[in-house]
């Protein structure tokens, strides 16, 4: 087992921001850690890499105690913290052969900093000062300082978090690659960045976990729904949508389209398309769309 977290708490004065958590990873997972800001997110990453005691309950990271182990821990931990601390004036090469002295001899440490630039693709960039480059360049310092001590697990705070989509992608892209040797527990808001990277997703709502399951077992756990984008060749009334068996609501979509929101798993797309020839309207296109993975994590942590 990589991470063991057991009814852990964590108490800021009186405030309770994470309330016996409860969770095992197994090595080799990608595990993303999903909720609302002020979850409790940070705080349970913090934990797990050592950087702040939990203050009740237990955590080991390979075996080892957060509490009375807390140097093998960091030896297995690599840490890519929220706002990604780095020092600007430092070369990106000077900086990673200085984070890397921290764990071995400068030999190994210049080594380990030419692996690190070619796993997270800083080569064109590896010349320049870290205040030069563009957020999606420092982040992949960032990363490539949390892996330099080659940890087996991967703690990594809302790592593509500020990025333009390009390099939204080449960090997916490199996230998943890392995530096939290693154990890595990621953090973020975005529903889209957990069914893009993750397999299991872990979320958590005020200091407790709400749900946890693998990222395609997470469809099941709500009220089945979906939703019908229908487009007619001319104008409906939308009464006679809405009166349809199993529709909860209707909603123009501009021109002559409709969206449909039905409940249960039962397909009215054939309901549909008899009410169209029943008043001489033709459909244009019909599609079928889940109840996405964003309503979901909508419905879990509302309160
Ligand atoms: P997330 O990362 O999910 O946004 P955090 O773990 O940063 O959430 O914060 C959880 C809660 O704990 C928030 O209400 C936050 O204000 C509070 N909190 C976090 N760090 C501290 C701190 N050092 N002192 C007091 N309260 C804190
Ligand atoms: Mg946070």
């Not at 706002?83 to 440490?109: K, Q, S, T, W």
């Not at 949390?146 to 939204?168: C, F, K, R, W, Y």
Request: charged share 25%.
């Amino acid at each position: 087992m990589s991470v063991e977290v057991e009814k852990v708490s964590k108490l800021y004065g009186s405030q309770r921001a994470l309330d016996k958590v409860s969770f095992n990873i197994n090595a080799g997972q990608v595990v993303g850690l999903l909720g609302p800001n002020g979850a409790g997110k940070s705080t349970m990453m913090k934990i797990i890499s050592c950087y702040i005691p939990e203050s009740e309950g237990s955590v080991k990271v390979c075996g080892y105690s957060t509490v009375t182990q807390s140097l093998d821990v960091r030896r297995n931990v690599g840490y890519l913290p929220e706002h990604n601390p780095l020092y600007p004036d430092m070369y990106v090469r000077e900086y990673l052969r200085f984070v890397g002295g921290i764990y071995m001899n400068a030999g190994e440490a210049a080594k380990r900093t030419e692996e690190m630039i070619e796993i997270t693709g800083l080569t064109p960039e590896s010349k320049k000062k870290i205040g030069a480059l563009s957020k999606g360049y420092r982040q992949r310092v960032g990363l490539a300082q949390a892996m330099i001590h080659n940890p087996a697990v991967l703690i990594l705070d809302e790592p593509t978090s500020g990025l333009d989509p390009n390099q939204l992608a080449e960090i997916r892209n490199l996230i998943r690659n890392i995530g096939k040797e290693k154990t890595v527990i990621l953090s973020t808001h975005i529903m889209q960045e957990v069914e893009a990277i993750c397999n299991r997703v872990i979320i958590i709502n005020k200091g407790k976990i709400v749900a946890d399951d693998d990222t395609g077992m997470l469809r099941h756990k709500v009220k089945p729904s979906h939703e019908i984008l229908v487009e007619f060749d001319k104008q409906i009334d939308s009464a006679v949508l809405k009166a349809l068996p199993h529709v909860t609501s209707v909603k123009h979509s501009g021109g002559n389209k409709w969206m449909v929101s039905c409940s249960g798993d039962d397909d009215i797309r054939k309901d549909i398309f008899n009410l169209a020839v029943s008043k001489n309207i033709t459909v244009l296109s019909m599609q079928k769309e889940e109840s996405r993975l964003e309503d979901i994590f909508q419905q879990l942590t509302q309160s």
